[in-house]
């Protein structure tokens, strides 16, 4: 027997001990609640990061092994919960210890030339990032989206469970509203934390309540109750490893001594999301509806969330690609346009299996080829043949589908409907993909993550900003979730230096993110917005120009938008800096003035006009001088802004030369002519301050009046 095993079995003793269940309860109450006072805040999620936290696989295999041997709730002293509690919490540290040093015996001197693939599909290193991976999914996304995913099942769901996914989701937000009522008699967190005691009646289920509450019939409530629940005399003797199937995930409330307890809330709301299929799957003549109706809402809900950004005139569902009248070449299940840049999505709806959770590595890669590289072989497929010329597209009804533009980057990206535990490691220990100039690294996601995605990153340019860095640093970004490297971009932007190779970001970088999400969803106080560039770049000079160029929808100045947002927050502000001064100093002498910058990694640059003057006139005067810093520097692109002097400091006009640079005499003379010096490029630290503005008391005032400041805003800021 293995140190693991062997744990395994003491942990079994334990959970069989008389009251453990009060030890369990308080362990549920500590690990699976947030306390917060006025707003929610970033620190108040800080302790479900913890290394100290009993994660939710840890908390059911202890209800699991608790049901192994039958519920009872008899009363035990402070002192035994206590002891049960710390002997708990040792044992599953002993476990995952066992797990890991097993997982590493390969990673030795002795094999000092092991694969990273060899290495990772270890058994014991993939049961270990299988049961230890971090949440996938907020847990009152799998209810909401539990209503949408069964909704061409409602029939089959009254007929033979006695209820749909509505009548489901309204109990389900009953006995959230109920628990949350059950906690208002503990004064904090810290008093919850500190006094280790029975809070069994915390968890309880009052049925009476929940059919108020609800507002269901008996009949619906009790069917709900019954099927996710169990009761002693069910049957997990199965139940032997971590890794066995335990059925208290699909039935995570207990019915004991004539009442219910829930002591996780969102092992429920998963089962709501995930448990239908399977009841449907046993009635043979509707299997093949059930599997259906899954595709279904896997593909509808990533084309609704696609529209919400993209709009829908920009989003296709469907679209099969012919090389002639006869041959189809490819198909599509969702295309999305956005100038000359596609997103190639491929919905899918295949989950991982119990063996595969086993840590059964051919297995494993079998599920993720079957759920994610067919899926992306298909998505590149698609993409070449977009490249190609004489190709046309059809959609569902065989009506002809004109692209105007042809694709200058495809990405493919991958959603699956299912919570794949370690998603973003399993992609990168077994994706294989090819990247080319117009071909981008491929993104894999989950419904749950572009519902997140979506929700923050709601405007086009924003969105496929994300998308172009997360694919341009597929392999030097690792995290355990998706949301943790969104998090850190709403933050600070994604990006690396250019001398660092790799970087692990840690889970608790998503608080941030994590905090605005729950407010947002669950109308809580607080900020529902994440502090970084969601603010820093929606405002000043540099908001206004996304906007202005998110509204064009011209792919020339799509790419400006692009090559923008890969600024990082410095660079940002002394865009706006540069461009408040310029302002400035034409408010002061009605005559235009200039800024320009070379940007970094041979991109080109940018050339601000303020407008002074009639339009067109200015429009010449700008295209003008953004052909010769252009030349200057040698660059084969160059941006040209021309924006208002006046507080709104609207941008008026943007243009863009694109051409290959060659030496030209008549430019040389021009450019002497001129006395032109080159370009500066961008750097931080050279620029720093140098184009803030301070406003004196006789200058013209900025709200753009023609009055003395003294004699303007500055009386109306000290009223």
Known sequence: MNNEQAKFLELEELCKQDGFIHAY???????????????????????????????????????????????????????????????????????????????????????????????????????????YSAEQAFEFQFASFARERYIEDEVW??????????????????????????????????????????????????????????????EIV????????????????????????????????????????????????????????????????????????????????????????????????????????????????????????????????????????????EIVKDDFTKGFQNAYDQAIECSNALMEAGVHFKDASGNLVEFKDRPTSCYPVCITSESYPSLAFQC???????????????????????????????????????????????????ASTEIVLLSMHLKYNLWIENDMTFMHLADDIASDLDAAFMVRRLALPGSGTPKGILQKYTSGFFGRLLFKIQRLANDDLTDLGLILLKGNGKFVDMLNEAVGRIQYLTIQDNLTHD??????????????????????????????????????AKQNQWFGVLVEADRLGMVASICKLSFPWQKDTKMDLAVKEAKMDKPMIYDSKELRGKFKVKLGRNDKCLCGSGKKYKKCCLIKNNL
């Open 25 to 131: 309860s308080y362990l549920c109450l500590r690990d699976c609640t947030i306390g917060f006072q006025g707003g929610l805040e970033t620190d108040d999620l800080n302790h479900l990061t913890s290394s100290d936290r009993l994660i939710k696989t840890e908390l059911s295999l202890l209800h699991g092994l608790m049901l192994k041997s039958g519920y009872n709730a008899v009363e035990i002293s402070s002192d035994k919960l206590t002891q049960y509690v710390d002997s708990a919490e040792q044992i599953l540290k002993d476990i995952h210890e066992a797990i890991k040093t097993s997982g590493m015996k390969n990673f030795s001197l002795e094999n000092p030339k092991l694969s990273f693939e060899s290495f990772f599909t270890e058994k014991d290193v993939v049961r270990e990032f299988i049961f």
């Open 595 to 632: 800024f320009t910058i070379q940007l970094e990694n041979g991109v080109g640059g940018l050339t601000v006009h303020t407008l002074a003057g009639d339009l067109e006139s200015a429009q010449n005067k700008l295209m003008a001088h953004v052909n010769a810093k252009k030349y200057l």
């Open 222 to 361: 009790i069917a709900f109750l019954t099927i996710f629940s169990t009761s002693s005399k069910d049957d997990n003797t199965s139940f032997s490893s971590i890794d066995d199937f335990n059925i208290i995930n699909a039935k995570p409330i207990v019915y004991l001594n004539d009442k219910y307890y829930l002591f996780q809330l969102t092992s429920l709301a998963q089962s709501m999301y995930e448990s239908p299929i399977f009841w449907m799957r046993e009635d043979k003549s509707y299997r093949k509806f059930a599997d259906e109706h899954r595709g279904n809402f896997t593909e509808a809900f990533t084309y609704n969330k696609l529209v919400s950004v993209f709009g829908r005139e920009n989003v296709y569902v469907n679209i099969d690609i012919f090389k002639n009248a006869a041959e189809k070449i490819g198909e599509i299940d969702i295309l999305v346009k956005f100038g000359s840049k596609y997103l190639i999505v491929q919905a899918k709806s295949k989950g991982m299996t119990l063996s595969s959770r086993k840590g059964q590595a």
């Open 428 to 478: 990168r220990l077994h994706l294989k993909y090819e990247k080319t100039e117009h071909l981008k690294a491929p993104y894999i996601m989950d419904v749950f993550f572009l519902d997140i995605l979506t929700e923050f990153l709601s405007e086009p340019l924003f969105f496929l900003s994300f998308v172009d860095r997360r694919t341009g640093y597929h392999d030097a970004l690792m």
């Open 157 to 218: 769901l009254r007929d033979h469970v006695g209820f749909d996914m509505n009548d489901a989701y309204t109990i389900y937000r009953a006995i959230n509203e109920m628990l949350n009522e059950n906690l208002n008699s503990i004064a904090s967190r810290s008093e919850l934390i500190s006094h280790k005691e029975s809070r069994l009646q915390f968890h309880e289920i009052n049925v009476d309540e929940l059919i108020r509450l609800s507002k269901q019939s008996k």
